[in-house]
């Protein structure tokens, strides 16, 4: 199982590094988020204390954002090998369906950390300032962040029989998820029903966690950061295993 695993993660891997493209251009996101928005909103936006320059507070959402994206677009893979025939050729063969969601994930997890590493090193080029020892210690979070969210993809994807529907879909889901999050603003303050949403939303705990550790400034205590990420990775994990297996190609 583990050789089926590893097979499969490093094509996905080998498709993804030879698309340089896409890597450019996935940068460029959250660097046009950056220069708009940090520069744009820095004398408006009121920080808690120790909240440091708005510029370095938008890093650490914007490093989960880049997950959020990244992660969430590679289960495609499963819609564009489903309209070539190679999903067929995988489901009849004698491998374990967790195997094929084990693989998935794991790529998308690994092109997604690939992405946010370059963006978290690349931005003090435009002033951010944060931890770099901080940074570090954030990259397992995102990591396990960068599965749940491509779980949730797998289970998207695994219903979807075109790349149109699979676009609408995860554009639908994932705006909310974003916007929600905290990760451009401070949840501090917050209407209480704004809050209720940003609280419910697994994605606000990532955001928390990165910017506790690169900036030292946290909205919810660190361990249950941590539960929340990694309960929502077992959980739509399980969930994604689910519907692969249910899927026909």
């Known amino acids: 199982m583990l050789e089926v695993v590893y097979a499969l993660w490093r094509r996905d891997m080998i498709k993804f590094l030879r698309d340089r493209r896409q890597l450019v251009t996935s940068l460029t996101r959250p660097f046009l988020w950056l220069l708009a928005f940090g ?8 920080l ?6 708005f510029v370095s507070f938008l890093v650490p959402g914007l490093a989960t954002m880049t997950v959020l994206f990244a992660s969430m677009f590679a289960a495609i893979s499963i819609v564009w090998e489903r309209e070539f ?21 794991l790529a998308g997890s690994a092109t997604a950390l690939i992405e946010t590493t370059m963006m978290l090193a690349l931005s003090p ?15 397992p979070v995102l990591v396990v962040f960068g599965m749940t ?29 974003f916007f929600l999050s905290g ?9 209480r029903v704004l809050r209720s949403v940003v609280i419910a939303n697994p994605m606000s705990y990532a955001v928390d ?26 959980v739509l994990g399980a969930l994604a295993t689910r519907a692969f297996r249910r899927m026909e190609a």
């Open 149 to 177: 969210v491509n779980a949730l993809g797998i289970i998207v994807a695994a219903r979807m029989r075109s790349f149109e529907g699979f676009g609408s879909v995860v554009n639908f889901v994932i705006q909310p998820v």
């Open 125 to 139: 080029l435009v002033g951010a300032r944060f931890s770099p020892w901080g940074a570090l210690a954030s990259l």
């Open 183 to 191: 990760a451009l603003y401070p949840v501090n303050g917050l209407p």
């Open 39 to 46: 520069f744009g909103l820095r004398a408006s936006v009121r």
């Open 85 to 105: 025939g190679f999903l067929k050729e995988l489901l009849v063969a004698p491998v374990p369906r967790g195997a094929i969601v084990a693989a998935k994930i």
């Open 209 to 234: 966690a990165v910017r506790g550790l690169c900036l030292g400034h946290h909205g919810f205590p660190l361990p249950l950061d941590l539960a929340v990420v990694v309960v929502s990775a077992v």
């Open 48 to 53: 808690p204390v120790g909240g440091g320059d």
